[in-house]
């Protein structure tokens, strides 16, 4: 097992910092070595704020760093396939945050790429570590709810990106739908085989959106390869909260997953109930970003592949992809037919 595992963080927005603070000061076995950033000023400011040894504006700079064992991709989606390449190439372990690229077809040169250079590689799909999605997993494992017949999924997030966010996207499939993608074929441990999907423009003040062929509500069917069912509606309008949630039938009863709550506090008063709502990704999924770093690191620890793997970032992918062409042409996709 090594002792510790030397890490480099490429992107430092929001979500690259958290990982960055992650290594800093949570994760045992980790070090967090250098940050980097294009950004002018912001690695070193990062660097200093977290204790890093080292910082740069170019990624290069950690792929060619012999003190660096790992690396964690948090730049734009449209770089994901070549940072991935590079880090492999340089014999860098490498945990990417979602979706691993772009299209099918980067997927698959990433995958060969991996495969030649033997490193390991997982993908942020944080729902699988969060504590209530895990135990649904092992309790459906269990045999709790017998044979998972149908998955619902529930994503709404009034938190609406910025347009140069949005025209960069990918679409509301590729970059909101796809975690329900994945913990879709997480829970129910299969794979999907058929998908349609539909959306549309429900508040006024998202029309922008339009221009980029994209939507702020849409609406996945989807059938399993064992003939089960799902259906995951994905939102941009949630003035009232950040709402997750999921449920998997089987045919021995049901789970479901995940609250609106931020506390388990309930007023009341003459005017009504009251409870506060979780507003934003960061609260409900806190706990998650952190496991599943102490996943990835503990897996290069002790040299075991990861349980979120480049196979299953390419998976998510494709049914995300997929999704996206049934809603511009209004047909049912059959995932063996997705276009590369």
């Not at 200093?48 to 064992?69: R, V």
Request: charged share 25%; with cysteine; aromatic share 8%.
């Amino acid at each position: 097992m090594a002792e510790v595992i030397r890490c480099a963080v490429l992107g430092l927005g929001r979500l690259g910092y958290w990982h960055a603070e992650n290594l800093a000061f949570k994760v045992k076995g980790a070090k967090l070595v250098k940050v980097v950033d294009p950004l002018e000023g912001r690695a070193k400011q990062v660097a200093k704020e977290l204790g890093a040894e080292k910082w740069s504006q170019n990624p290069m700079d950690a792929f060619e760093d012999d003190q660096i064992d790992a690396v964690v991709i948090v730049t734009p989606t449209s770089t994901h396939a070549e940072m991935i390449k590079l880090a492999a190439r340089h014999g860098k372990q490498i945990f990417v945050e979602k979706p691993i690229t772009q299209t099918v077809s980067e997927a698959d040169d990433v995958i060969q790429v991996l495969r030649e250079t033997n490193v390991t590689l997982q993908v942020g799909f944080m729902r699988r570590f969060d504590p209530a999605y895990a135990e649904a997993k092992r309790r459906i494992l269990a045999g709790d709810i017998g044979k998972p017949l149908y998955f619902k999924g529930v994503s709404r997030d009034g938190n609406v990106p910025h347009e140069e966010f949005i025209k960069h996207s990918g679409g509301i499939f590729l970059d909101v739908s796809i975690h329900d993608f994945d913990i879709a074929r997480f829970l129910m441990g299969q794979d999907i085989t058929s998908i349609s999907s539909s959306g549309s423009i429900i508040n006024p003040s998202n029309l922008f959106m339009k221009k980029y062929d994209d939507v702020d509500q849409a609406l996945t069917f989807c059938t399993f390869e064992s003939g089960a069912a799902g259906d995951i509606e994905t939102s941009r309008v949630a003035p009232y909260a950040y709402d997750i949630r999921g449920e998997v039938v089987g045919t021995e009863g049901a789970i479901q997953i995940g609250s609106m709550r931020n506390n388990d506090v309930k007023i009341l008063t003459k005017q009504g109930c009251l409870q506060d709502t979780i507003q934003d990704f960061p609260s409900r999924f806190q706990d998650a970003y952190l496991l599943e770093m102490i996943h990835f690191i503990d897996a290069l620890r002790k040299g075991e592949g990861t349980s979120c793997t480049a196979e299953d970032g390419k998976a998510a992918l494709e049914i995300a992809i997929a999704a996206t062409q049934s809603f511009k042409t209004g047909q049912t996709v059959d995932l063996k037919k997705v276009l590369q």
